[in-house]
Every structure is written in C-alpha cells, then in structure tokens.
C-alpha cells in the first residue's frame, strides 16, 4: 500500500519563505507531484521530482530524497495569492494510479 | 484550446437517484481518472481508464460506474447505491502510466450535492 503524509495547516507571512514537506512509503516509486489547489477549484500542476535532488520552478523549487521517502516544497517570496492546499501525490511504478496525500492548507498573511 | 471539461459545475440528487457527471478532454490522452475529494481529505481514486473499452476500479469504486466508449469521453455515473455522494468530484487525465513527463491534469471540478 501506500502512505503520504504532509502537515494539516502552516502560516507564513507575506514576503517569506515557506517549506512543505511529504513523507511517504510506497510499494514501487515512479515520481512525485505537487499540485497547488485553491479552495473550491481543481489542482494545478506545480512540479514533478523522479530522481534526487532539488527542482526550481521561478518561486517554487521541490525537493526529493528517494532514499528517505521525502520531498519538500519551497515557495519564496510569499504572496498572498499562495494560500492555497498545497497536494503532494506519488505515481506507483507500473500504475497508473497516483495517491494523494490530505493536503497541506497554507495561509499567508500580510 | 486544449483541456478537461467537467459538467456540470453543481448538480443535486435526491435519494434514491443514478446522476450522470460528464468529462470530456481533446489532449488525446490516454488515460482519464476519476477522483473524489471531501473536506480536509485527500484526493481518492474512484475509477480509471488506460484505453477505450477499458476500465479499472480504484479504492473507493462501490457505488459508481463508468464507461469508456470514446477516448475523449468519461462519464461517471453515481448511483443510489452510494450511501454518501455528497463530494468534490474531478476528472483527470494522462499521456500514459507512471513515466516521466505524464503528469496528470484536472478538470474543474463538479460539486454533487444530496438533496
């Protein structure tokens, strides 16, 4: 089976740095997602990670250690539109099925 | 433009009713799925599909169906048997399986709402 774990809720100020971080066990690893949803609204593909190391994307950078079942998200610059949940997701080798976890709820305050 | 349409945005159901949520995608992918998600929950796998003609369950498929008879296409239908369709629900889709570079992509969503 599969386990991903992400903290419930954060709070940031605007203007700062925040990192999300997502544990996870699976049976077979084949890549993991962060999608930013907003409330009410669809996820939105933010970055994928398939091997180690860390991915820059303008303010948003993810991070993955294979070796330890862990990935972070980096938002920078904070601004208020990044409050949002924030959704890490692995892809099991083989499948085509791609687990959530419940979300991290981000909010920025000024 | 090329994207997932989901319809409709808000639909209510009474007890004891099948309702129909349509997903139609022109990115000629493979691939199409279908998630629920309820409050302070994680996105969870009803149903997907790898081809036409095919389909596969997921972890919380009782009480829904699905068809694929055109690659394009993938209704679900929530019947009465599902106790609890109150929910968020979203269609997605994929180039292919697990590989690098077949990143999964939402529709906008139907909320389902029992009345």
């Known amino acids: 089976g599969q386990n991903i774990d992400q903290p419930t809720e954060m709070t940031a100020t605007e203007g700062a740095i925040v990192q999300i971080n997502c544990t996870y066990q699976t049976s077979g690893f084949n890549g993991l997602f962060w999608y930013q949803q907003h409330a009410g609204e669809a996820p939105t593909f933010l970055s994928y990670n398939v091997l180690d190391g860390l991915e820059e994307k303008g303010r948003f950078s993810s991070f993955l250690s294979r070796s330890k079942g862990y990935s972070y998200l980096l938002l920078k610059e904070l601004q208020m539109k990044d409050s949002a949940s924030y959704l890490c997701?692995?892809?099991?080798?083989?499948?085509?099925?791609?687990?959530f976890g419940k979300g991290t709820k981000l909010s920025v305050i000024p | 433009d090329g994207g997932i349409t989901q319809s409709p945005k808000y639909l209510f159901r009474k007890e004891g009713q099948n309702v129909t949520l349509s997903c139609e995608q022109n990115?000629?992918?493979?691939?199409m799925y279908w998630y629920r998600q309820d409050p302070g929950q994680g996105l969870r796998l009803i149903y997907y599909?790898?081809?036409?003609?095919?389909?596969q369950k997921g972890d919380i498929a009782e009480g829904y169906s699905v068809s694929r008879e055109k690659k394009e296409s993938f209704p679900l239908t929530v019947t009465s048997a599902q106790k609890n369709p109150t929910a968020f629900y979203l269609c997605?889709?994929?180039?292919?399986?697990?590989?690098?570079?077949?990143?999964?992509?939402f529709g906008e969503g139907s909320w389902l709402t029992v009345v």
């Open positions: 990115l000629n992918h493979d691939a």
């Open positions: 599909s790898q081809i036409v003609n095919d389909f």
């Open positions: 997701a692995v892809w099991r080798a083989g499948s085509y099925q791609l687990t």
């Open positions: 997605a889709s994929s180039a292919g399986q697990a590989l690098s570079g077949n990143t999964i992509y």
